[in-house]
Every structure is written in C-alpha cells, then in structure tokens.
Nanobody, 115 residues
Framework: QVQLVESGGGLAQPGGSLRLSCAAS????????MGWYRRVPGKECALVAR???????NYADSVKGRFTISRDNAKNTLYLQMNSLKPEDTAVYYC?????????WGQGTQVTVSS
C-alpha cells in the first residue's frame, strides 16, 4: 500500500533552519510528481514547493530564496530544506504524491517558528 511518512518538524527560532523528510513507499517513486504543502488552522492548504511529473519545479513566492525542495529517488525520499525561518512559516506541513490518476497525502508534521 502507498505510504507517505513525514518527519523533521519541530520548534525553531526566527532565522533558524529545519529539514523535513518524506519517506515514500508503495509506488514507483521516480515516476511520481511530489510536493510540499502547508496548512494554518482556518486557512486553505497552500503550495510550498513541488516537482512536476516532467521534473520541473516551482515555489510559493513567500518561500523563494529560503526553502529548497529536493528528492532522492534511490531512497524514495522527498526533502524540504527550510532556512531563514519566519513566524509566518508556522503550519502543519504535508507531503503529497501524484501518481496518475491517483493522489496521496501524508499525515503532516508540525513546524513552529517562535522566539
């Protein structure tokens, strides 16, 4: 069965860094479009960064220059390196996999940025 397991969330100070990981199984990872999304209570789920099925990527304007998405196909793992963190980055972060015609989501990992 398909599984997406996020890890690496926690508490960071403004200006600090965290790296999120998403361990995937149950599908051919290298063929999947993958991305990171985040949700603040009371607001819609928003794109953070994603790869497309053809290997390109895009970032939300709010994280450009600070966050970097990457993937290791040999390890079936998606990463999000988050630098220069701001309190506005506080949210639950979700890993997403798109394997046409299906879509899968992880359970999320909490990121809190506070002094």
């Amino acid at each position: 069965q398909v599984q997406l397991v996020e890890s690496g969330g926690g508490l960071a100070q403004p200006g600090g860094s965290l790296r999120l990981s998403c361990a995937a199984s149950g599908f051919i990872f290298s063929r999947a479009a993958m991305g990171w999304y985040r949700r603040v209570p009371g607001k819609e789920c928003a794109l953070v960064a994603r790869f497309t099925s053809i290997g390109t990527w895009n970032y939300a304007d709010s994280v450009k220059g600070r966050f970097t998405i990457s993937r290791d196909n040999a390890k079936n793992t998606l990463y999000l390196q988050m630098n220069s963190l701001k309190p506005e980055d506080t949210a639950v972060y979700y890993c997403r996999a798109w394997v046409s015609p299906y879509e899968y989501w992880g359970q999320g990992t909490q990121v809190t940025v506070s002094s």
